[in-house]
T-cell receptor, first 114, second 115 residues
């Protein structure tokens, strides 16, 4: 069975500082990997995705993520955080054999200090 | 701007009421989903429709009844709900053009309160 772990429940960074949110997955083959962001009271928005190929993927809003097979990780990064980035971030694994069932991590809440 | 539209944004209902949540997408996606989300938790899958057929029901109580009238529309009919059903209900769609990768496009959700 696939699983996703986001080790950090809550992260606080200062505006302008760099950010890294961790995601570890468990899956028997190369997974499809996603990061979603959810602002308070809103739905989830896809930030970026990894299917295959280049292990460094670029997303919207200046985010990027790196797939490391050896570490079973897909960490999300941003060089300079803006106050509007404060939100809940979910890492997810999708799998073609799982008939439409994505597995989400428990999420990381990002707080941005002025 | 989201391309998955959900109505209503907010709904308050009593335990004896019947109401419906609606979802529409115009991206040509062939899979549509209902998720339930409690505060500070990840979304929980309820139903999946692929090519307008129900493909997954995650053992959801029968007081929730999904319907997919066509490839663009998805409804969730609600009847005799309990207060613990209060949550954010999210609709999502997925391209399914290379099998199902799990790439999801979400609506903004319908906030349901059951009194």
């Amino acid at each position: 069975a696939q699983s996703v772990t986001q080790p950090d429940i809550h992260i606080t960074v200062s505006e302008g500082a760099s950010l890294e949110l961790r995601c570890n997955y468990s899956y028997g083959a190369t997974p499809y990997l996603f990061w979603y962001v959810q602002s308070p009271g809103q739905g989830l928005q896809l930030l970026l995705k990894y299917f295959s190929g280049d292990t460094l993927v670029q997303g919207i809003k200046g985010f990027e993520a790196e797939f490391k097979r050896s570490q079973s990780s897909f960490n999300l990064r941003k060089p300079s955080v803006h106050w509007s980035d404060a939100a809940e971030y979910f890492c997810a694994v999708g799998a073609r054999t799982n008939a439409g069932k994505s597995t989400f991590g428990d999420g990381t809440t990002l707080t941005v200090k002025p | 701007d989201t391309e998955v539209t959900q109505t209503p944004k907010h709904l308050v209902m009593g335990m004896t009421n019947k109401k419906s949540l609606k979802c529409e997408q115009h991206m040509g996606h062939r899979a549509m989903y209902w998720y339930k989300q409690k505060a500070k938790k990840p979304p929980e899958l309820m139903f999946v429709y692929s090519y307008e057929k129900l493909s997954i029901n995650e053992s959801v109580p029968s007081r929730f009844s999904p319907e997919c009238p066509n490839s663009s529309l998805l409804n969730l009919h609600l009847h005799a709900l309990q207060p613990e059903d209060s949550a954010l209900y999210l609709c999502a769609s997925s391209p399914w053009d290379r099998g199902n990768t799990g790439e999801l496009f979400f609506g903004e959700g319908s906030r349901l309160t059951v009194l």
